[in-house]
């Protein structure tokens, strides 16, 4: 007989880039889900797959196109193509886990899939993961706000990143690497000081104790942990 089952989706955080950090509820999940799903960009490595290798014998991995754009059209696409193809598996009773660096909650891909799943009327849970911010500050073994500073997490390409420099405690800008010049600019305008980590966890991690030696070419895995100057 047919089963009537339907599967789980699960958001999972796989944290910044090295596997020590992926968390023991994250594995357990992977581990019980049958099919992986993964963004595909279009980028030559994805760094998420590499991070959970471990644990990826036997399971399905599907590819959810999500394109490198703001176009509000083409994303609505993607992530409805995403959504139907994750549907499919959902359907035939097998569990999903959608993979992302860091922490799900925070400006992740799956979350545009989870939410249309959810309103949809299928089981979602979120498994957290350690944001990609917080090992960039271990990673420069400072604290991110003490006392009563405040904590303002940044997307750093989007235009409103230069006037939230501007805001009282600390700033993290997140995914610097294509707009870097322009955003040293702004910091140094906002009398601010900045530090930064390149690939946080990946292979290829670069610490940069100042904003000065950080170049133009910086990884698009970049993130800038700014300060104002009389902290």
Do not use: W
């Amino acid at each position: 007989m047919k089963s009537t089952r339907v599967g789980s989706f699960y958001s999972v955080g796989t944290g910044p880039g090295d596997s020590r950090l992926l968390t023991l509820l994250a594995i357990e999940t992977i581990r019980k889900c049958a099919v992986i799903a993964v963004p595909d960009s279009g980028a030559a490595e994805n760094a998420v797959l590499k991070i959970v290798d471990a644990y990826m014998e036997g399971k399905e991995v599907v590819f959810c196109p999500m394109a490198m754009t703001r176009d509000k059209k083409t994303l609505e696409s993607c992530h409805e193509r995403s959504g139907e193809q994750l549907r499919s598996c959902l359907d035939k009773g097998l569990d999903v886990a959608f993979l992302t660096l860091g922490d799900p909650s925070i400006y992740s891909t799956p979350m545009y899939v989870h939410k249309r799943l959810k309103l949809l009327g299928y089981q979602t849970h979120i498994i957290p993961g350690v944001p990609s911010f917080c090992a960039a500050a271990a990673a420069l073994n400072v604290a991110l706000c003490e006392g009563g500073q405040l904590l303002h997490i940044i997307p750093a390409s989007y235009n409103r990143a230069q006037e939230a420099l501007h805001l009282s405690g600390t700033k993290v800008l997140m995914k610097s690497g294509r707009s870097i010049c322009d955003i040293k600019s702004a910091i140094k305008a906002a009398h601010c000081s900045g530090m930064a980590v390149e690939r946080c966890g990946m292979d290829g991690e670069i610490i940069h104790e100042s904003l000065g030696t950080i170049t133009e070419d910086a990884s698009y895995y970049s993130i800038l942990i700014v300060k104002e100057d009389d902290a």
